[in-house]
T-cell receptor, first 112, second 114 residues
Framework: QKEVEQDPGPLSVPEGAIVSLNCTYS??????FMWYRQYSRKGPELLMY????GNKEDGRFTAQVDKSSKYISLFIRDSQPSDSATYLC????????????FGSGTRLSIRP | NAGVTQTPKFQVLKTGQSMTLQCAQD?????MSWYRQDPGMGLRLIHY???????DQGEVPNGYNVSRSTTEDFPLRLLSAAPSQTSVYFC?????????????FGQGTRLTVV
């Protein structure tokens, strides 16, 4: 079983729609839950992270972690064409920043 | 501020050849990692380092070597290239604070082994 499972997509939605991206993880020892965004032919960039559990909001983006069900979600409100990218969920232990485990990624396309 | 610099950006190797992918960071981060990205598989950890002189294996280390003689540099060596090593390789440099963390990635090296 992979440590992080991510809904594979691809996902195509109209501009302005609410987008929900989801992952599950299996190892409860991880404390950092992250979302990276990757544009075509670029390296990933950190979009948001939460430490421990709960919700975190940043503008149109909300990251949510439910540790009881080992579920990680990213919500995008009022989606824009510029949000079109691959979104990677990731988990990281509290003791190391070099052992990030990534999901397989979801390619998102926002149609104008 | 350059961040994470990877060289080369593109490389074509013949089966059996060896090469070194270079990675340098100027953020004084202790943590550095190498990942490979294949279609539909996300990023998989090859090797990582928690400081100069300290390295360890990740999920897919076979066929690769690393060393970390300085904080800034973390080269990845392919010992004898195989077609299965055709991939996009990303180097990352990371920090870990009190409930804060972030990894910074280079632009990637696209490697083709023929």
């Amino acid at each position: 079983q992979k440590e992080v499972e991510q809904d594979p997509g691809p996902l195509s939605v109209p501009e302005g729609a609410i987008v929900s991206l989801n992952c599950t993880y299996s190892n409860s020892a991880f404390q950092y839950f992250m979302w990276y965004r990757q544009y075509s032919r670029k390296g990933p960039e950190l979009l948001m992270y939460t430490y421990s559990s709960g919700n975190k909001e940043d503008g149109r983006f909300t990251a949510q972690v439910d540790k009881s069900s080992k579920y990680i979600s990213l919500f995008i409100r009022d989606s824009q064409p510029s949000d079109s990218a691959t979104y990677l969920c990731a988990i990281q232990p509290y003791y190391s920043a070099s052992k990030i485990i990534f999901g397989s990624g979801t390619r998102l396309s926002i149609r104008p | 501020n350059a961040g994470v610099t990877q060289t080369p950006k593109f490389q074509v190797l013949k089966t059996g050849q060896s090469m070194t992918l270079q990675c340098a960071q100027d953020m004084n981060h202790e943590y550095m990692s190498w990942y490979r990205q294949d279609p539909g598989m996300g990023l998989r950890l090859i090797h990582y380092s928690v400081g100069a002189g300290i390295t360890d294996q990740g999920e897919v280390p076979n066929g690769y070597n690393v060393s970390r003689s300085t904080t800034e540099d973390f080269p990845l060596r392919l010992l004898s290239a195989a077609p299965s090593q055709t991939s996009v390789y990303f180097c990352a440099s990371s920090y870990l604070g009190t409930e804060t963390t972030e990894a910074f990635f280079g632009q990637g090296t696209r490697l083709t082994v023929v």
